[in-house]
């Protein structure tokens, strides 16, 4: 169950080159948005290969996650789309904001939708 | 039981070391120096900066376990054998059950009248070297008397002074005992060119006052030869004599010249004392050299533990004198028997005075075994010839190929796998091929655990190059990959990753990790290939497709700063800029408030920069005609330069014409690292370009080349690659050699440690890019040339290209700025709000 009014559309999926993010404002917030494309060109993942994080980063303090590159780590819970902060590289999971390198980095996970029309949308909350 | 240690030396502290843990030994060590054991192997270390402290061999705490008393300044002066007591100086007396001599010895100082002038000094203890360096504040000239290995890196010590050097030999050439006749001649030959006046044949017979009043002539020394020399400071390295004074008084027995006479057990006429080290005669011989006084002190330590089974203990049974040096940066080396005194042996001469080597094998009488060698010049081969020497391997069918130059730079000679395991690896530390094995087996899988483990390589290092071997050996046999995968989607070096890709013909990551790897890449993988494919291809590095392989800084063409705003860094070429281009910078500094500093590399960076805001500054810069200075890429930063011969009175070329056209020819250029260059008018070099990874500078007859060098967290002196050639050389040799780094440097190495890290170093470099052994300079050259053609400003490109500008938003959905980011004043420019600043703002 979606609720409308709780869901802003933030850009098209076109919008975003793949395997890069772009930051979007949701509410006062800043949201990290990125689109995952596998080498071979699928784009996987519950929505079609969009995540969206905190575009915070704790360690550095500065709005900077969207410019991070993706990428995939293995973990002990297997493997793992994450995103490196362009400033001290930590790593943060994608789907769950966790932190790879220090819990006390982790930042929070945002709910997404993208549908077959491309157009991307954030939960607000 | 209490043993008493006379000499806290290299060999007594050894044998402390070895006793330390022993049970029931209460030991009392008698040093007569200030200070405690420390490094003599190295003292000349003390010239280039060394403190006492870093000399030291004492590991922390050492000397606060209970079972140890250490006396400073405490000389023996008699032993009461019969009550077996320790006299000291001071009238004290220390009784013993068990003694051990570790005296040592002292500097001979020939007979000479006047040899005990205020600055006729020695060479053997921290106060010596001391001494010297007071004298060499207040001298311009310094003479060595001796030419033996220990006086030619005193002479070094003089020359890094700045003293005039000369070497005065009694023999007719240098190092009479290590070397034969002709290496003696090149050595000399290249000591002199390095500016050290060799006299050999000199018998001196007085030093008196000289001719000048204080400087440049405070002594004469005269010669049996009729001769003068005129000097401020002597150092006396004439060879070494056993103190065995202690052995005179108590009446043990000394050979005919001096030291004290040991048996295999290293016990002397009285079995209740042990000599070990310098001052100990065994069979006639004294050994001068570290480690047959260490391999003394581990077998009287056995002994001392195996009290009443001493007897079945190992024997000292000799040791070998082969040695490794460089002497005024001149590798020697000598093996075995050098002069090929024994009777029968044949010798095998490689004599090149073009590149200053000599190499002479002495073989067998069968010309089987190899018995001897002499290396002068070059001796990159010492551990490989001395193993065969030692193990008694049998010689190739060719024995000359072990000193013929290789010709296609393969190696030769024997590899690590011919040695049996007892093979001696580390001499000084007594560590064999076996104990390296198994210490690998048990784990030790890297060169630094090895070490610590084995302490092979930690004394004069001369085997690491053997001790790497044997890891590498050892590790690829027990099937561990010796590491050196990217990361854990592609299973390839940078180096092997490159050939790959250029082989390929990959043009982007996709197909890379695709035709090459696994997975879909990181943060490590990424940035590296595209840096790969840039320098393969040079394809824009703002192409789409490239765009989301890029390191942030690559991605928005500036470097990222803790706050998330960006730095501008525009190139100033050579560090020239017109008074109109610096008011731009001005201006533009100005119209978007930036924070404004002088770089290391004579440019001008300016801070605070919005990701929104880039486009238009640099849309501003580039009207003026300046460039991207790539700061933020892994490619070509500065190419600093001196003012040069326009202006400069010492200038002998035009280093800033220079360093602007190299700076403009490698602008751009990817590689695994930054790249920072040079230019120098002269030999003052006041643009600092021995530092750089390619430094220039100007001599009367065109530039010197140097490579490798390094400032940043571990400095690095360049190596010089070529002398004097000409503008279209210089220019042709750098090519090559950045071509050749790029194709085989690793991963964010800078060419420092690439060349370090590549097997043969400068040597292996110099024939691939100057002797073209690999026949690759033509090709290397053609890829340098499509890059300078195919060079674009990034920043032109970004500015005019929509797609790109793009990017250049904080938000996808909104034209705002990010409100986080925050300046304050300071010093009258910006500088980032810090988080605290923040926090007290919010806070009511
Ligand atoms: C500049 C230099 C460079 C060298 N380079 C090399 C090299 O590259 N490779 C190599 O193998 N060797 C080298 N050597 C030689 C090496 O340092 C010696 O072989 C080694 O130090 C010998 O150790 P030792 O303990 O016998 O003597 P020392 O280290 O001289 O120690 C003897 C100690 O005993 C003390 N002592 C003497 N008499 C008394 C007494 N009566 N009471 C109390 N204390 C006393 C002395 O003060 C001294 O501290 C070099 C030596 C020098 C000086
Ligand atoms: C007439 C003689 C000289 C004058 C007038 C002179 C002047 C200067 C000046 C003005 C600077 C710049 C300082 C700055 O950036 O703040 C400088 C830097 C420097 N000079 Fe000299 N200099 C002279 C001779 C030399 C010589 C002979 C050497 C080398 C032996 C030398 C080595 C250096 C070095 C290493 C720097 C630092 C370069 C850098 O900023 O990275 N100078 N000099
Ligand atoms: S390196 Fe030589 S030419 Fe250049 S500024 Fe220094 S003294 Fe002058
Ligand atoms: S030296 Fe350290 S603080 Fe200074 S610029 Fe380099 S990384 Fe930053």
Known sequence: MTDAASWTFVCHRDDIVPN??????????????FRVVAPDGTEDGPDNGIFAIDNFDVRSQANVLSRGLIGELSTETGPALVVASPVYKNHLCLKTGRCLEDEAWSVKAWAVACGDDGAIMVRAS | MKLVVIGNGMVGHKLLEELADAPNLAITVLCEE???????????????????????????????????????????????RAAKLVQLEDGETVPYDQLVLATGSYPFVPPVTGRDRNGCLVYRTIEDLEAMTEWGKKSKVGVVVGGGLLGLECAKALKDMGLQTHVVEFAPRLMTVQVDDM???????????????????KNTLEITDGAGLGVGGRHAMKFADGSQLQTDMIVFSAGIRPRDELARVAGLIRGERGGILIDNQCKTSDPSIYAIGECALWQGKIFGLVAPGYDMARIVAKQIVAGDAAASAPQFNGADMSTKLKLLGVDVASIGDAQGTTPGSLTYLFNDDVAGHYKKLVVTADGKQLIGAVLVGEANDYGTLLQMALNGIPLPAQPESLILPSVEGGSKGIGIDMLPATASICSCNNV?????????????????????????ATSCGGCLPLVKQVLDAELKKSGVLVLNHLCEHFAHSRQELFHLVKVGGQKTFDETILAHGKGRGCDVCKPTVASIVASCWNEHVLKPKHASVQDTNDYYLANIQKDGTYSVVPRIPGGEITPDKLIVIGQVAKDYGLYTKITGGQRIDLFGARVEQLPEIWGALVAAGFESGHAYG??????????????????????????????????GLRSPHKIKMAVSGCTRECAEAQSKDVGVIATEKGWNLYVAGNGGMKPRHAELLASDVDDETLIKLIDRFLMLYIRTGDRLQRTATWIENLEGGLSYVKKVVIEDSLGLCAELEADMARQVETYECEWKKAITTPETLKRFS???????????????????????????????????
Not at chain 2, 36 to 65: C, I, M, N, Q, W
Not at chain 2, 184 to 201: D, F, N, P, S
Not at chain 2, 823 to 843: C, H, M, T, Y
Request: glycine share 10%; net charge positive.
């Open chain 2, 810 to 844: 904080h938000f996808v959905n909104s034209k705002e700025a990010d409100a986080n980011i925050q300046f304050v004043d300071e010093r009258g420019q910006i500088r980032p709000k810090s988080a605290l600043e923040k926090k007290l703002e919010v806070a009511p």
């Open chain 2, 432 to 456: 064999s091929k076996g104990d390296l094995c198994s210490a690998i087996e048990g784990g030790a899988t890297s060169l630094g655990a090895l070490k610590k483990c084995t302490k092979a």
């Open chain 2, 34 to 80: 200030p200070r405690p054991a420390y490094d003599r192997v190295h003292l000349s270390e003390f010239f280039s900066g060394k403190t006492a402290d870093d000399l030291s061999l004492v590991t922390p705490g050492f000397f606060d376990r209970a079972n140890i008393t250490l006396k400073l300044n405490a000389k023996a002066v008699g032993i009461d």
């Open chain 1, 20 to 33: 890069t993010g772009v930051c979007a404002k949701v509410g006062d917030a800043q949201v990290a948005v």
């Open chain 2, 634 to 667: 892994k490619s070509l930063r500065t190419v600093k330069s001196c003012v040069g011969s326009t202006w400069c009175r010492y200038g002998v070329q035009d280093s800033v014409t220079m360093a602007i056209r190299i700076e403009e020819r490698y602008r």
């Open chain 2, 183 to 201: 290496g003696g001649r090149l050595l000399r030959r290249k000591i002199e060119a390095m500016g050290v006046q060799v006299h050999t044949g």
